[in-house]
């Protein structure tokens, strides 16, 4: 049987909208920095409007699932920070889950899995 390559693209489905991001490290350093700029928007949401945090919110969106990703979401919805807020746990949510089935696939039973005891032998067929 050949090798074969897994396909790194996790699906993102978002009401009637379906995403798919490429998971490798460029992608979870774009959700470390949004969860960051989440962070610190909470801090400041007394001193801003609601438009301009869910603005800033959706520029991460765009980042994270492509440009007009947040338009195609949040289009004909009232602007809110909580819903946004909500939408970005369901992605990492979805991306960790995507990212422990990879390595499941090498270290829990996937048909090429490396287990200790192999002693050098890192490649062993099930």
């Known amino acids: 049987m ?6 790194n693209s ?8 379906v995403f798919y991001v490429t998971v490798n490290k460029g992608l979870s350093e774009r ?3 949004s969860g960051q700029l989440f962070s610190e928007l909470g801090r400041n949401s007394e ?3 609601e438009e301009d945090i869910c603005s800033a919110l959706d520029a991460q969106f765009d980042a994270i699932l492509g440009n007009g990703a947040a338009e195609k ?3 004909g919805r009232e602007a809110s920070a ?3 807020i909500a939408v970005f746990k369901y992605i ?3 991306v960790n889950a995507y990212q422990m089935k990879l390595r499941n696939s090498f270290t829990g039973g996937g048909r090429y899995a490396v287990h200790a005891k192999d002693k050098g032998n ?3 067929r099930h």
Do not use: V
């Open 31 to 33: 959700l470390r920095r």
């Open 2 to 7: 050949p090798f074969r390559f897994n396909d």
């Open 92 to 94: 990492c949510d979805e």
């Open 82 to 84: 909580l819903e946004r």
């Open 122 to 124: 890192r490649s062993r």
């Open 47 to 49: 001193t801003m409007n």
């Open 73 to 75: 979401i949040f289009d």
């Open 10 to 17: 996790c699906r993102i489905g978002i009401e009637e909208n």
